[in-house]
């Protein structure tokens, strides 16, 4: 079966780093767009950054550009979040996402969410 799981979140002090990984399973990865959402309690998803497939082009929110970079292996399945110069508001759950949208006759839409990795931001 189809699954994301992430990995690397944690607690760090203000201006530190983390790396984030999503290791996938389940799906041949190197077809699906990649990206990292993140979310605080009482506010929507919002994308971070996200990386075509097989790994073209990527894009970012205005807030992590040039702090954040994401990066995907695809023989090892594996999209990372590289976080520098973390700030507080950096704070959230981190959830990985994988999409393609396939239209011929119908469109179909093939979206997954991993369960999510806790990101804290304080000194």
């Known amino acids: 079966q189809v699954q994301l799981v992430e990995s690397g979140g944690g607690l760090v002090q203000p201006g530190g780093s983390l790396r984030l990984s999503c290791a996938a399973s389940?799906?041949?990865?190197?077809?699906?767009?990649m990206s990292w959402y993140r979310q605080v309690p009482g506010k929507e998803r919002e994308l971070v950054a996200a990386?075509?497939?097989?790994?073209?082009?990527?894009n970012y929110a205005d807030s992590v550009k040039g702090r954040f970079t994401i990066s995907r292996d695809n023989a090892k399945n594996t999209v990372y979040l590289q976080m520098n110069s973390l700030k507080p508001e950096d704070t959230a759950v981190y959830y990985c996402?994988?999409?393609?949208?396939?239209?011929?006759?119908?469109?179909?839409?093939?979206?997954?969410w991993g369960q999510g990795t806790q990101v804290t931001v304080s000194s």
């Open positions: 990386i075509t497939s097989p790994g073209g082009s990527t």
């Open positions: 389940g799906f041949t990865f190197s077809s699906y767009a």
């Open positions: 996402n994988a999409l393609k949208v396939v239209t011929l006759s119908v469109t179909r839409r093939y979206d997954y």
